[in-house]
């Protein structure tokens, strides 16, 4: 899967969710060892939402940052898009599903009218998608001026004395978990080839500033394996 780019890769990445959405929420907290929740939450947090402030949730999978944005901000109207149905449908069906406006989108080429949103973020999408600069593109656009944008990935581990073991649980425990709970060994081998060949931190940092963000910063997480960065549209 590695060596597809473009359509290709964007038809197989879709199949894939589609084949593990039922499953895709449980093996994230296995495969984190429940932290991924912390990181919505920190996520959420840089956004600094204003009351009634319109955010946009791309990549959304079933919905669990929509969620979080809601929890943290009752008063936030929240939108949540994703290219993979079976995601949607299974976001929908969550208690509390109703209070989010759910869309099938493509993350590169979103159906919203430019300057809608005062925020958007998304949850492990940027490694996914086919062109980042694309994606980032469209959240640039779809964001009001001064409107914050926040991205919680994957990001390839460091060198260093944790490296073999970080490795271990890459390559043999991330696909094991797959192969017991989703019955689907590829599209958890998919994950840990797509974590080590995206961008680093430091690269993304670099490629959302070229897309127009100012004040870009980032966190590492999970022994430098997962990053939260942030930017601002100018004003």
Not at 24 to 46: C, F, K, P, S
Not at 53 to 69: H, N, Q, R, W
Not at 78 to 85: G, P
């Amino acid at each position: 899967m590695t060596d597809l780019s473009g359509t290709e890769r964007a038809q197989y990445v879709q199949r894939m969710f589609g084949r593990i959405a039922p499953r895709y929420d449980l093996l994230n907290r296995l495969m984190t060892l429940g932290q991924d929740i912390r990181w919505r939450r920190e996520a959420v947090r840089h956004l600094e939402i204003e009351p009634g402030g319109l955010i946009l949730d791309g990549g959304t999978g079933t919905g669990d940052l929509a969620f979080e944005v809601l929890r943290q901000h009752p008063a936030a109207r929240v939108v949540a898009s994703d290219f993979t149905a079976e995601m949607v449908a299974l976001g929908r069906q969550r208690p509390g599903g109703e209070c989010i406006a759910w869309v099938i989108a493509d993350a590169q080429c979103l159906p919203f009218a430019s300057d809608s949103f005062d925020g958007t973020l998304s949850g492990f999408l940027m490694r996914n998608v086919p062109d980042v600069d694309m994606a980032l593109g469209e959240q640039q656009r779809v964001l009001k001026a001064g409107g914050r944008l926040v991205s919680l990935d994957t990001t390839p581990p460091r060198r260093n004395l944790l490296q073999p073991f970080i490795k271990f649980h890459l390559h043999y425990i991330v696909p094991l978990l797959g192969r017991i709970i989703a019955g689907d060994p590829e599209a958890y081998t998919y994950l840990p080839d797509s974590t080590e060949q995206f961008l680093t931190a430091e690269k993304l940092a670099e490629r959302m500033g070229a897309a127009g963000f100012r004040t870009v910063d980032f966190v590492r997480r999970m022994f430098g394996t997962v990053a939260i960065h942030w930017g601002r549209k100018d004003s």
